[in-house]
């Protein structure tokens, strides 16, 4: 009988795991829906798990083991994800040389530790190993950042801009840069997990070469646990899960809600972030030009009273807070495979969603719920109120919803599925 031989996977991550954030001191923080990947890939015993992630730390690196998972905290020097940083190639190195992967595993592109990653693996003759999953691409999210923002707003500046010379278009521009890294790091690897037709297509543009693989993201436990409710939600209230950076939208959303109140004037918006009218002197001076446009939208639109800013939420109070909403709405100008819209699917929420990147291969129009044009706030409002008038279709597109995403969304199928693209490389590579 033939004894197999562990893998040893070396994970990438854009910051510290949930399952390690107090071994490394850091409260309200943690990547929770990785958590759930690990779990179930430290339960495998072909695998052995080795997780490196970005920390603020005196030292280089900073090594924990925890539950037979080795941790390596690097030292995270610059906080501008514009700028590369050279050091990171070297602490790479020592890393992979003390661990020997089969496989490193890199979630996401976003910051240029992707680019250092791959470029030391192929110097160290291991880049046929390294797979990239794909969460946001940089890119093309510079491409649709700015959302249909007047020109006056995405070229406005607050002292807080000036001071870290970051309004709108320099956001927009941030991102371009960062998109340089993750174009050298995509067209550099020979294996990506996607989601959606949307990051196959862009990553296909960009690298025809890749062998792409689907394998669909785990969601936090809560939203597994609990299911929506007619019944016992806030009629006529809606939540939006983000509203901080013009790609998510938020100002259509007050757009579409200045509509709505003509028909219902109890209508209420909830969005997580803090309150943009109750800003401390310090605070005001930090605020940017897209908070502040917020708050003109608000005034402008009479909406001072629909509109309620919850502040920081853990993932009970966000899970509560969908469930208490009769409508769950996602405005952004892009997305890949949207966390927030499959939450709300796996509760069985009603759910209106801009048509843009993979959220048409998430969630079928008229189906599951209601698709509309990014930018036509008017068709927003419209979708929201026939949510509201129509109770059947309600409950019908989330029963819908939710049940297509406990599928999608299958923990052991999904986590089957990695552990066998990870049995694909390694066989690849002997």
Same mark, same amino acid.
């Given at each position: 009988?033939?004894?197999?031989?562990?893998?040893?996977?070396?994970?990438?991550?854009?910051?510290?795991?949930?399952?390690?954030?107090?071994?490394?001191?850091?409260?309200?923080?943690?990547?929770?829906?990785?958590?759930?990947?690990?779990?179930?890939?430290?339960?495998?015993?072909?695998?052995?798990?080795?997780?490196?992630?970005?920390?603020?730390?005196?030292?280089?690196?900073?090594?924990?083991?925890?539950?037979?998972?080795?941790?390596?905290?690097?030292?995270?020097?610059?906080?501008?994800?514009?700028?590369?940083?050279?050091?990171?190639?070297?602490?790479?190195?020592?890393?992979?040389?003390?661990?020997?992967?089969?496989?490193?595993?890199?979630?996401?592109?976003?910051?240029?530790?992707?680019?250092?990653?791959?470029?030391?693996?192929?110097?160290?003759?291991?880049?046929?190993?390294?797979?990239?999953?794909?969460?946001?691409?940089?890119?093309?999210?510079?491409?649709?950042?700015?959302?249909? $923002?007047?020109?006056?707003?995405?070229?406005?500046?607050?002292?807080?801009? $000036? $001071?870290?010379?970051?309004?709108?278009?320099?956001?927009?521009?941030?991102?371009?840069?960062?998109?340089?890294?993750?174009?050298?790091?995509?067209?550099?690897?020979?294996?990506?997990?996607?989601?959606?037709?949307?990051? /196959?297509?862009?990553?296909?543009?960009?690298?025809?070469?890749?062998?792409?693989?689907?394998?669909?993201?785990?969601?936090?436990?809560?939203?597994?646990?609990?299911?929506?409710?007619?019944?016992?939600?806030?009629?006529?209230?809606?939540?939006?899960?983000?509203?901080?950076?013009?790609?998510?939208?938020?100002?259509?959303?007050?757009?579409?809600?200045?509509?709505?109140?003509?028909?219902? /004037?109890?209508?209420?918006?909830?969005?997580?972030?803090?309150?943009?009218?109750?800003?401390?002197?310090?605070?005001?001076?930090?605020?940017?030009?897209?908070?502040?446009?917020?708050?003109?939208?608000?005034?402008?639109?009479?909406?001072?009273?629909?509109? /309620?800013?919850?502040?920081?939420?853990?993932?009970?109070?966000?899970?509560?807070?969908?469930?208490?909403?009769?409508?769950?709405?996602?405005?952004?100008?892009?997305?890949?495979?949207?966390?927030?819209?499959?939450?709300?699917?796996?509760?069985?929420?009603?759910?209106?969603?801009?048509?843009?990147?993979?959220?048409?291969?998430? $969630?079928?129009?008229?189906?599951?719920?209601?698709?509309?044009?990014?930018?036509?706030?008017?068709?927003?409002?419209?979708?929201?109120?026939?949510?509201?008038?129509?109770?059947?279709?309600?409950?019908?597109?989330?029963?819908?919803?939710?049940?297509?995403?406990?599928?999608?969304?299958?923990?052991?199928?999904?986590?089957?599925?990695?552990?066998?693209?990870?049995?694909?490389?390694?066989?690849?590579?002997?």
């Amino acid at each position: 009988m033939q004894i197999r031989t562990k893998m040893k996977i070396l994970w990438l991550c854009n910051g510290c795991v949930s399952s390690a954030s107090m071994e490394y001191g850091i409260e309200n923080g943690g990547i929770s829906w990785i958590d759930s990947i690990l779990e179930a890939i430290t339960k495998q015993d072909t695998i052995n798990l080795s997780v490196a992630f970005p920390i603020t730390s005196d030292e280089k690196v900073v090594k924990k083991e925890k539950n037979k998972v080795q941790y390596y905290g690097f030292l995270k020097k610059k906080d501008n994800p514009t700028i590369y940083d050279n050091e990171i190639e070297t602490i790479f190195e020592s890393i992979i040389k003390e661990i020997q992967p089969d496989i490193v595993h890199i979630f996401g592109t976003e910051f240029p530790h992707t680019l250092s990653m791959v470029r030391i693996c192929n110097k160290l003759g291991i880049g046929n190993r390294v797979i990239i999953s794909i969460q946001g691409l940089c890119y093309y999210i510079a491409r649709h950042y700015c959302a249909s $923002l007047p020109m006056n707003i995405v070229k406005k500046y607050t002292f807080r801009d $000036l $001071l870290k010379h970051d309004n709108i278009q320099q956001q927009q521009r941030a991102f371009e840069i960062r998109g340089e890294y993750e174009k050298e790091a995509l067209r550099s690897v020979r294996h990506v997990i996607g989601r959606t037709e949307w990051d /196959k297509a862009c990553v296909k543009q960009l690298n025809k070469e890749v062998q792409y693989y689907k394998c669909n993201e785990n969601m936090r436990e809560s939203f597994y646990m609990n299911q929506w409710a007619l019944e016992k939600c806030e009629r006529h209230s809606i939540f939006i899960s983000q509203s901080y950076y013009p790609l998510k939208g938020f100002h259509h959303v007050l757009e579409a809600a200045a509509i709505i109140k003509r028909y219902y /004037k109890d209508i209420k918006v909830y969005t997580t972030g803090t309150d943009v009218f109750e800003l401390t002197k310090i605070e005001k001076v930090k605020e940017s030009s897209y908070s502040s446009y917020i708050r003109s939208l608000i005034c402008q639109y009479g909406l001072r009273d629909n509109v /309620k800013f919850l502040g920081y939420l853990s993932e009970g109070e966000m899970c509560e807070r969908y469930l208490k909403s009769h409508v769950f709405v996602s405005a952004s100008s892009i997305e890949n495979s949207s966390n927030s819209v499959a939450e709300a699917m796996l509760l069985g929420m009603p759910i209106v969603a801009s048509a843009v990147g993979g959220v048409p291969d998430m $969630l079928e129009d008229r189906k599951e719920g209601f698709l509309y044009q990014s930018d036509a706030s008017y068709m927003l409002a419209h979708y929201i109120m026939k949510m509201f008038d129509n109770d059947e279709i309600a409950k019908e597109y989330g029963l819908a919803a939710r049940k297509r995403a406990l599928y999608a969304h299958d923990r052991d199928l999904n986590n089957q599925k990695l552990v066998e693209i990870y049995e694909k490389v390694v066989e690849e590579c002997r």
